[in-house]
């Protein structure tokens, strides 16, 4: 999240997650390249997996966030449309927000975390 790395967002729709990090990661990865089967590679992720998300985003929304054409002679691909480029820039809008209504609380919980210990180094 903005702000603070150890905070996540995520909005839920009926029962499952709507959006989060990893939705908004995927859309914007669509966006810079048009497709699906890039933006999972970046991600580390299946083809398929990806492709999951992406209906579910599609089925969470009242409107498209990602439309697909069908592989061919001239290939497939996917565009995200001006609707899901408006939803993920209001996610990050709402992660910057949150991350700066409790950043005076994190910085004092952050406090009380154990520090990791020093590597030794070898003999």
Request: aromatic content about 6%; hydrophobic content about 45%; cysteine-free.
């Amino acid at each position: 999240m903005a702000g603070y790395p150890g905070l996540l967002l995520r909005i839920l729709s009926a029962k499952n997650p709507a959006m989060g990090p990893g939705k908004a990661r995927l859309v914007g990865l669509i966006a810079e390249s048009g497709s699906i089967s890039a933006a999972a590679r970046k991600m580390g992720m299946s083809y398929r997996r990806a492709w999951q998300l992406v209906e579910a985003l599609n089925k969470s929304f009242n409107e498209p966030v990602i439309l697909t054409a069908i592989g061919g002679k001239r290939g497939g691909g996917a565009v995200v449309t001006d609707f899901g480029k408006r939803l993920v820039a209001h996610y990050h809008g709402m992660e910057t927000k949150a991350s700066a209504a409790i950043a005076a609380d994190l910085e004092e919980f952050s406090a009380q975390l154990r520090k990791p210990a020093a590597k030794r180094k070898p003999r």
